[in-house]
């Protein structure tokens, strides 16, 4: 049996594959559960807000409670969007993208049965 030149690179053993896919996983759904929670938290602060507003009689009280309503978005927005995109950078960094993108770059040695019988 022919030996090709260059030896393919072992990338990873099984386990440590698929325990980078594990963390993969993980890391996965905590994001997904980070962006549901954030759903959840703008669609009720979003129904409280429709209900106060419903039973405001005065303008300026109206105004007031969209004023201390639009702060608190703001606020929650820019601690969401800041813990979201932490998330979602750790999620890129992923001890399992290195492995990937190192096979991706090296070529794959292939030997044709018709070059392996002509070296023996």
């Known amino acids: 049996m022919a030996h090709s030149p260059r030896p393919t690179p072992d990338l990873m053993q099984a386990d440590a594959f698929f325990e980078g896919c594990n963390r993969l996983a993980e890391q996965v759904e ?3 559960k980070a962006i549901l929670g ?3 938290e703008a669609s009720d602060s979003g129904w ?6 419903s039973r405001c009689r005065d303008p300026l009280e109206a105004g007031h409670l969209c004023e201390e309503w639009l702060e608190a978005q703001r ?3 820019l601690s969401e969007g800041r813990r979201l995109s932490e ?3 750790a999620l890129c960094d992923s001890s399992l993208a290195a492995p990937v993108a ?4 090296e070529p794959a040695v292939v030997e044709r049965p ?3 019988a002509a070296a023996e």
């Open 114 to 116: 018709g070059r392996a």
């Open 48 to 53: 409280d807000f429709v209900a106060r507003l």
């Open 38 to 40: 954030s759903l959840r």
């Open 102 to 105: 190192r096979a991706a770059r």
């Open 87 to 89: 998330l979602m950078f």
């Open 75 to 77: 606020a929650r927005t």
């Open 30 to 32: 905590t994001f997904n």
